[in-house]
């Protein structure tokens, strides 16, 4: 028995799409650190991809420029209220 | 051998008076000159926020060096650094085509604070 005329609630799922190959941006700049504040959750910690929607060569040009900023403190390592 | 292009930012301690601050990075940038390297950019951000305390000092005097050099003269750069307490972190870069492309259209201000968002950020 198949669920033939039962409406199958599929939420619209927006096409994730690479924001650097959309706009672009070849190079992710460390010393840029409100840039890097979008890829990175409240606590301070590297958003998935999943989330960023980044493909892979870029989101691990993010992940590096991160933890260049970390170490020179402009990112913080962990925090409890980064926004 | 042929020259690549590095950049380097380094912490100076806050509690430097301000011609003390204005000798140390003098100091290291005859350090550079010394081994002629060729200057391609300086930046001073002054006094910034750390994120977190680096040796109990909650505030950093940023500079930032941008050069051509032979691979030799960054383990004499170093050196100098870690010889140096005034400096509280440092770290040195070798950048690649995209980032040296990156960086002159930085240093032309194409990416003033206005457009930063527009030119760096999201397309969407």
């Known amino acids: 028995m198949t669920l033939v005329n039962e409406p199958i609630n599929r939420t619209q799922r927006i096409k994730k799409y690479c924001r650097f190959r959309k706009s672009g941006i070849k190079y992710v700049d460390y010393k840029d650190a409100n840039f890097l504040l979008r890829f990175l959750n409240e606590q301070g910690k590297i958003l998935p991809r999943r989330i960023t929607g980044n493909s892979v060569k870029f989101q691990k040009k993010v992940a590096v420029a991160v933890k260049r900023a970390r170490q020179l403190a402009l990112l913080p390592y962990v925090t409890d209220s980064l926004k | ?124």
């Open chain 2, 1 to 124: 051998m042929e020259l690549n292009q590095y950049e380097t930012v380094f912490i100076l301690t806050p509690v430097l008076s301000d011609e003390q601050m204005k000798d140390a990075v003098e100091k290291f940038r005859n350090v550079l000159k010394k081994n002629e390297v060729e200057f391609v950019g300086d930046e001073n951000w002054g006094l910034k926020k750390l994120a977190y305390p680096i040796l109990h000092k909650n505030t950093g005097f940023f500079h930032l060096f941008e050069f051509k050099a032979n691979p030799t003269v960054i383990a004499a750069l170093e050196l100098e650094f870690r010889r140096d307490e005034k400096v509280l972190r440092f770290m040195t870069v070798k950048l690649d085509k995209h980032s040296i492309e990156f960086n002159a259209r930085r240093r032309n201000g194409e990416f003033n604070k206005k457009s930063e968002d527009k030119k760096e950020g999201t397309a969407a």
